[in-house]
């Protein structure tokens, strides 16, 4: 598998993966619940029957009150319909019900009551309106949420990364180390030869030998870790015990510079964090505009018209309506609070200046993480080359060192180093690729743009 299939693999198959799209579609539908409030809401509420049989206190005619004995049977239904009405908080509504009442002592007699259509109103005045900040907030929350989402997938392609490099440096060491063994294991024997037709000094002999050995404890040590890092990027992208992951090694990077400038712009306009900003002053402010409305002076409109009848007859209990309608205007004044609503409102003033004091250190902040990953990653492509040409001369010095060795003009002490520069310049190289790549994946994270392809990154939901 390549570096790209790695990643491909773990950002759909991965547990982090999964977690990540569980975590964004938890968002999805709060922000559904939160849109369905404003959506017409449809009703039906019945009871049938429901029988009383009791004593109770009613008022005569004369002014007295007696306890009668009441014994009736009622039924009703009720189709309600609502809106609510997001810019100014209140709620329209209609309804029809029907009402049926059966008197059980004193002949049975039964009667009707219908109401066909009421149309009514409930609005709050110069209240708090709960629904229009909503309004402007929950669409930033979603879209925030659509962004880490897309932040969180390209956190998955480092960790992926991570791994893949972790794998791939080990099964390097791993083909290195074998080759070392080769190569000490010749080594010994030719200065094994050497020292029986005394050619060479003991310690020429010693020097091979402890080689030799080394050469074959770093090949178990590799062989150890290959297993642990290819149980690792198994483990990471839920792949079977059984399935053998092999890295495909390129030296190979793209030739990628990134603007500062432009990589601080793009993460402004891309990242969460820019849309969190414009939610969190939002919220500020509407703590503020809610501790104002809730100083106890309230207004509150209800109004209803409609028609209704009362008869005995099934059959006529929609006919000659009646008209019946209702309008409420109540009002709530405080004359003396001490001064909560104050307290309370200059409370949440000084929270809102705190909030947007800490919006605009983490403005300061984003730019600031932006440049230093921007600098870092350009910084990595001539960390490359250096470690190539590096990885080459080492590798070149060591079979000079060898050959030389082999025509006696150089002692073991001289193939060892050369060995031990061999093996370091190699990891070198390949920690600079890793490196090229981590940061690569790290600015792609921090600024949700491709400086590949010069391109946002598209920012695509779980379900698509």
Known sequence: MSLQQVITFAQAQSRSAVQARNRFRASYWQFRTQRAAFLPTLSLSATAPDLTRNLSRISLPDGSEAFVRQSFMSSSARLAIGKTIGTTGGEVFMETALERLELLDGGRSTSYLSRPVTIGLRQPLFGFNTYAWQDRIEPLRFEEARREYAEELEGIAISAAQNFFDLMSAQDQLASARNNVGSTDTLYAITSRRYAARQTTEYELLQTHLAQLNARLELQRVELDVRARTYSLRSYLGLRDSADVRPEITFDVPDVTADVATAVAQARANRSDGVGFERRTLEARREVAEARASSGRAVNLF???????????????????????????????????????HARTSLAESNRDVALQSVDQARQDLDQD????????????????????????????????????????????????ALVDKDSARRGHVDALRGYWIAYYELRRATLYDFGSREPIPISDPGE
Not at 371 to 392: G, H, P, S, Y
Not at 398 to 408: F, P, V
């Open 370 to 417: 932006v440049t230093m990953k921007a600098l870092q990653f350009n910084v990595q492509r001539e960390r490359i080359r250096i470690a190539a040409t590096a990885d080459e001369i080492a590798a070149r010095g060591y079979a000079s060192a060898q050959e030389r060795y082999l025509a006696g003009h150089a002692d073991a002490q001289a193939v060892n180093l």
């Open 303 to 341: 109004a209803t018209f409609g028609l209704s009848q009362s008869t005995s007859e099934l059959g006529s209990v929609y006919h000659r309506g009646q008209e019946n309608d209702q309008a409420t205007l109540g009002f709530e004044v405080p004359i003396l609070d001490w001064g909560r609503a």
